[in-house]
Structures are given as structure tokens and as C-alpha cells.
């Protein structure tokens, strides 16, 4: 089994920054993409940032400039930089990561629980 366990949320003033982490674990065997989602009450879920193997990184344009997508292959972690957050930032925000695990070497998506992001203004 793989879990994604998230850390980082909380409350913040906009404005401000915070830094979320993801920490991929158990029977992996490679990790592909990681990224970030977020969803909003009553909105679908929307991509925040990915980052490849490579660190290849792409984001949505709401967030370029403010948000920075980083990786540490040999923790398999995922982090997101969030600075000059603004209230429309304020979601529940999920880990996601394209993961081959061992002793199948099949490839799935895996999903975090999701942490809270709220932004004061």
C-alpha cells in the first residue's frame, strides 16, 4: 500500500505564506509526477502546480509568480511554496503522485487526505 501523508496548512492573513509538505510512502518502487490540487467549497477540483521526475514544473496562471512546486527524490516529497496568499487561495488543498509500486510494478494516482488552506482578509 502507498499513503501520501500532508502536512502545512493552516490559518494565514493574505498576504502571508505558508508551506505545505507531502511525504509519499510504502511499497513504491518510482515516483513519476507529483502536484498539488485544490478544491473550493462548492467548485471542482483544480490543479495547483506538478512538478515530473526530472523537475520539470508547470502551474496554473492563478497562482505563477506566488507558488513554487519542489521535490526531494530521495524522500519522495512534494513541497509547495505559497507566499502572497490571497483570500481566493482559501481551499482544501490535495497531494497527488503517479506512483509504480512493488511486487505488481503497476502504475496508479494517488491522493492525499487533503489539508486546509485559509486565507484572512
Known amino acids: 500500500q502507498v499513503q501520501l501523508v500532508e502536512s502545512g496548512g493552516g490559518l494565514v492573513q493574505a498576504g502571508g505564506s505558508l508551506r505545505l509538505s507531502c511525504a509519499a510512502s510504502g511499497s513504491i518502487f518510482s515516483i513519476n509526477a507529483m502536484g498539488w490540487y485544490r478544491q473550493a467549497p462548492g467548485q471542482q477540483r483544480e490543479l495547483v502546480a506538478t512538478i515530473t521526475s526530472g523537475g520539470s514544473t508547470n502551474y496554473a496562471d492563478s497562482v505563477k509568480g506566488r507558488f513554487t512546486i519542489s521535490r526531494d527524490n530521495f524522500k519522495n516529497t512534494v513541497y509547495l511554496q505559497m507566499n502572497s496568499l490571497k483570500p481566493e487561495d482559501t481551499a482544501v488543498y490535495y497531494c497527488?503522485?503517479?506512483?509504480?509500486?512493488?511486487?505488481?510494478?503497476?502504475?496508479?494516482?494517488?491522493w492525499g487526505q487533503g489539508t486546509q488552506v485559509t486565507v484572512s482578509s
Open positions: 497527488n503522485a503517479f506512483i509504480q509500486v512493488v511486487p505488481t510494478m503497476r502504475w496508479s494516482d494517488y
